[in-house]
């Protein structure tokens, strides 16, 4: 093959890729005035956690940000996906960490099969009790600052819900798809699921630990689509 053959192969074979590509964002709303964060008292009152703030730390359980903007909401897709496809768990890993005696991030999402590292960065011992209903349920202790220990889930599950029976108030969460599309609403609500998404329709979900789940219908026309929902708060 010729240099010139060569550039046009190689043209087409990324139009051939860009024309799977595609591309589905939005926001998520909070409908309604979210009920004010409250001060996590436990944590000033342990003298290894409390020393670890300079200011009070606040429930997590609304998050809103810019326009009424809804934060650590996992948003996927549905239904509408073809029929039989499997695919394949990124080499990319997931962090859930521990810092002051908190879960960051407090809605992490996974795919079957992914690697998930659990990180310990606070300088003292925490446990990590994984509360699975559909998947396999761990328990381990961390106790050294800098411990990550990485985890697989083998099953698809929402809200997998992570605690530490050391400090009770901390919890996490990680939602666990069978397939690649899904994302966790920013600050502002703002998300996006991109990869090999061919154009069609689709049903996209939102879910909220508090506000609970509400879906919507979408078409990604030449790669993208756009969809913005709303959560009421519950």
Known sequence: MNHTLKIAASVAVLAASSAMAG???GKIKLNGEAPPAKEITPIKGDKFCGALHTKPVMTRTYVVGADKGLANVAVYIKAGLPAGKTYSAPASKPLVDQVGCVYEPLVTAAMVGQTVDIKNSDPFMHNVNCQAKVNKGFNFAQTTQGQVNPRVFDKAELAVKLICNVHPWMAGYVHVFDHPFFAVSDKDGNFTISGDLPDGKY???ANH?????VSGEVEVKGGKATVNLE????
């Open 23 to 25: 591309q589905i964002s």
């Open 203 to 205: 049903t996209v979900e």
């Open 209 to 213: 630990i508090k506000a609970g789940v």
């Open 231 to 234: 959560l009421a708060v519950k």
